[in-house]
């Protein structure tokens, strides 16, 4: 990395400066620079990725090398038991599908950050949230009530009078048969559009074949949500067609663009679907709810850091300094040095005029 930085600073930034700090690692060194203490730093584009969601402020400056693979050591002696478990390790995750699945998880969100739609969304967090917060929190049974506010949010921007040409209406933007068939009455009542569009979700949930994992139903039943459960199927289909797997969202989720085009969607049972749409859908969702949590979880530090500072150095009043066994105040109204008119300037020192 420093050979990196050193070459563009021979080559293209001369002022370019550093300092390497062994005991900081990028999480606590991207805080400092959105706290202001550095004006810069250097970290993997995952993590910037993830900061970014919570803190669109961050911004990259420039690439300081290309992309490079994950790399494990183990210490050179003549057992390599150590080396040869790893291979063994990596081969089988890769060949039964769980290390596309851990991808998919922890780095399937996407990385085209748009920073006015985070600004919004964020901004909507602090605003709008929470006044709906409880319900969410109320109907979300089958999954996090930070993921059911994702939805809403994709679907409305939290709008209870929201309605989309189709006429789909409400904060979870159901259709009239949906809504009448989950037995609402109004679909611009919050606490019935979200409680309808929580039990519908479930039943989606509910109709996704059980050999998909547990940690990618959702987004198959969110898939199925935005477009269709007939159309989800579909999807998985076409994915066997094509030599994916049809219980990795990984691989279902690249065919769902296909569902929009004529040589594919013809030779499917249930036609032409906006797949595309579908797939930037559960995207958008997932991007709503990494920001979510993470400012969320931020909030509640800030929060408990305030609370330890306030116990440790607690307020107390002027009436309260008086009130105890040695009278603050009585004292000093008994010391020509200090003004004791003012409690706001109780602890300045005021100097004698010279006679």
Do not use: C
Request: glycine share 4%; charged share 25%; net charge negative.
């Amino acid at each position: 990395m420093v050979n990196d930085l050193q070459r563009l600073k021979e080559t293209k930034f001369p002022d370019l400066s550093w300092k390497v700090d062994d005991k900081k690692g990028s999480t606590t060194l991207l805080e400092e620079v959105i706290s202001g203490k550095l004006d810069y730093t250097i970290a993997d584009s995952v993590a910037i990725s993830l900061f970014q969601r919570v803190h669109p402020e961050l911004a990259v400056a420039l690439d300081v090398t290309d992309e490079q693979p994950v790399t494990w050591f183990s210490r050179l002696d003549d057992d390599n038991t150590l080396s040869a478990a790893l291979l063994d390790f990596f081969n089988s995750i890769n060949e039964d599908g769980s290390l596309a699945r851990i991808e998919e998880k922890y780095l399937g969100h996407g990385d085209d950050f748009d920073y006015v739609d985070t600004r919004s969304f964020l901004r909507a967090v602090d605003n709008v949230l929470p006044e709906l917060e409880p319900l969410f929190k109320k109907y979300a049974k089958e999954i996090d009530w930070r993921l059911l506010a994702a939805i809403s949010y994709q679907e409305s921007h939290w709008d209870p009078l929201a309605t989309s040409p189709t006429g789909v209406r409400g904060l979870m933007m159901l259709t009239k048969n949906t809504a009448q068939s989950l037995g609402l009455t109004d679909r611009t009542d919050a606490e019935q559009s979200i409680s309808g569009g929580a039990r519908y979700l479930e039943d989606m949930m509910a109709k996704v074949p059980e050999t998909v994992p547990e940690d990618e139903r959702i987004w198959f039943a969110l898939a199925a949500y935005n477009m269709g459960y007939a159309h989800m199927l579909d999807a998985r289909s076409l994915t066997v067609k094509t030599k994916g797997n049809p219980d990795s969202w990984t691989d279902v989720k690249q065919r769902l663009p296909l569902l929009s085009q004529k040589p594919y969607y013809s030779k499917l049972t249930y036609g032409y679907a906006r797949g595309h749409e579908a797939y930037a859908y559960v995207e958008n969702i997932r991007k709503y709810q990494i920001s979510l949590v993470g400012y969320l979880q931020e909030k509640e530090k800030q929060e408990a850091e305030a609370m330890k500072l306030a116990q440790n150095y607690p307020a107390v009043s002027p009436e309260e300094l008086n009130k105890a066994p040695f009278p603050l105040l009585s004292f000093l109204s008994q010391s020509s040095g200090y003004l004791t008119h003012s409690p706001s300037l109780l602890f300045t020192p005021q100097k004698k005029e010279e006679k």
